[in-house]
């Protein structure tokens, strides 16, 4: 699961080489590495909202392609229900993968984000809604409402600057060639096609979390540019995603069928997602 069904695609689909005109070079200078602004048309951003009570945690992600709002009950140990609301999917069978999330059921609430569970298997759930669950499991032990905001700048060939925010503190700010990371901090040099076993030895546990959360909106905004309305159905990408998550299984993914217009075109900032889960 190293790379994003999105990520994938831009690789390998030809129609992914329909990107926009008018990207700008970014100059490195010797002395290190520069952060100007990025003039790019292409800018995607992921809002995840945690709403966590003594027995319950409502987590809410919403992007350009995805709106998902998941309850986990929980009694202060375990996951005692998860129940899953698909809001908008890009493809038809992605609400069906919400049975496979009662596997978290009886799974215990942590300190430190898992990056993996052995006994679920993450190619046979929806891709985020599994992301969601794993951020959950440590979300779910502390009450308090807490939101995480990815902004990411440039399309995939471009020089990408990609941040994230925890309730309005900067965690991480990166530039991007491809998945390879260019930043002033420890994630300098680091891929994120492999970076997860160096991450689980290096980082402590907030910033472990941080790159869990980022790296998967990093590799879903690398659909910037591309036209997903042009996919009749996931059968037709399956060079690309076979076997990545629920929807593109060889049994199912002929049978999911491309959500029409389900890609927003009208998103300019966080505040224009979950705006009917925000508090504010």
């Known amino acids: 699961n190293d790379l994003c069904c999105h990520t994938r695609m831009w690789v390998t689909c030809p129609l992914s080489r329909q990107i926009c005109p008018g990207q700008s070079q970014i100059q490195e200078q010797q002395s290190g590495l520069s952060m100007p602004a990025l003039d790019s048309p292409h800018v995607f951003f992921r809002r995840v909202i945690f709403d966590v009570?003594?027995?319950?945690?409502?987590?809410?992600m919403e992007d350009e392609h995805h709106y998902f709002v998941l309850t986990l009950g929980h009694d202060g140990q375990r996951i005692t229900s998860v129940d899953s609301t698909a809001r908008r999917t890009p493809w038809t069978l992605c609400p069906q993968a919400a049975a496979r999330l009662q596997e978290f059921v009886g799974q215990p609430l942590?300190?430190?984000?898992?990056v993996n569970l052995p006994e679920i298997?993450?190619?046979q759930q929806?891709?985020?809604?599994?992301?969601?669950?794993m951020v959950a499991l440590?979300?779910?032990a502390r009450p308090g409402y807490r939101e995480y905001v990815s902004r990411v700048v440039g399309a995939m060939h471009e020089y990408r600057?990609?941040?994230?925010?925890?309730?309005d503190e900067k965690l991480l700010d990166w530039r991007l060639r491809g998945t390879a990371i260019h930043s002033n901090d420890q994630f300098d040099q680091q891929d994120l096609r492999n970076i997860m076993p160096w991450a689980e030895q290096t980082l402590d546990d907030r910033l472990l979390e941080a790159l869990y959360v980022q790296r998967r909106s990093v590799m879903v905004a690398a659909s910037k540019g591309f036209n997903l309305d042009?996919?009749?159905?996931?059968?037709?990408a399956m060079a690309a995603r076979a076997g990545a998550c629920f929807v593109f299984q060889p049994e199912r993914a002929e049978q999911a069928i491309?959500?029409?217009?389900?890609?927003r075109q009208d998103v300019t900032g966080p505040e224009d997602l979950l705006v009917d889960v925000a508090r504010n």
Not at 53 to 60: E, G, K, L, S
Not at 161 to 167: I, P, S
């Open 53 to 60: 009570t003594d027995t319950q945690c409502q987590v809410a």
């Open 110 to 114: 942590r300190q430190r984000i898992a």
């Open 121 to 123: 298997d993450a190619k």
């Open 126 to 133: 929806c891709t985020h809604q599994y992301d969601l669950l």
């Open 138 to 140: 440590v979300q779910a």
């Open 161 to 167: 600057h990609a941040e994230l925010w925890l309730n």
């Open 230 to 236: 042009l996919i009749k159905n996931a059968g037709q």
């Open 258 to 263: 491309r959500v029409i217009g389900s890609t």
